[in-house]
Nanobody, 127 residues
Framework: QVQLVESGGGLVQVAGSLRLACEAS????????MGWFRRPPGKEREFVAT????????SYADSVKGRFTASRDDAKNTVYLQMNSLKPEDTAVYYC????????????????????WGQGTQVTVSS
């Protein structure tokens, strides 16, 4: 049984930082592409970042480039999302996802490319 468990969300002030973590179990983590998505209040789920199975390639949504960084520790089966310079519009439920099909990183910005999802963690940025 595959499980993805996010942690690290919370309430932070504008310009602050948070680091989200997602620990995976039940899958071959080292060969999975890991993604981060978010659902802002009243909106659809949207792509945030992805990091390939080797950690060699990453991709980010334009809205977070230069502020967010995805990384992974295969020894811990964990993927991270470091979020800096947070803005009120970053407020959302953040989800991690695992994709087990080998695809170029550019293909991994779609929700449908992922096979497993976590339950989400709330991030609230107050102004």
């Amino acid at each position: 049984q595959v499980q993805l468990v996010e942690s690290g969300g919370g309430l932070v002030q504008v310009a602050g930082s948070l680091r989200l973590a997602c620990e995976a179990s039940g899958l071959t983590f080292s060969s999975s592409t890991m993604g981060w998505f978010r659902r802002p209040p009243g909106k659809e789920r949207e792509f945030v970042a992805t990091i390939t199975w080797s950690g060699g390639s990453t991709s980010y949504a334009d809205s977070v480039k230069g502020r967010f960084t995805a990384s992974r520790d295969d020894a811990k089966n964990t993927v991270y999302l470091q979020m800096n310079s947070l803005k009120p519009e970053d407020t959302a439920v953040y989800y991690c996802a695992a994709g087990i099909t080998f695809l170029p990183v550019a293909h991994m910005e779609r929700v449908g490319r992922y096979d497993y999802w976590g339950q989400g963690t709330q991030v609230t940025v107050s102004s």
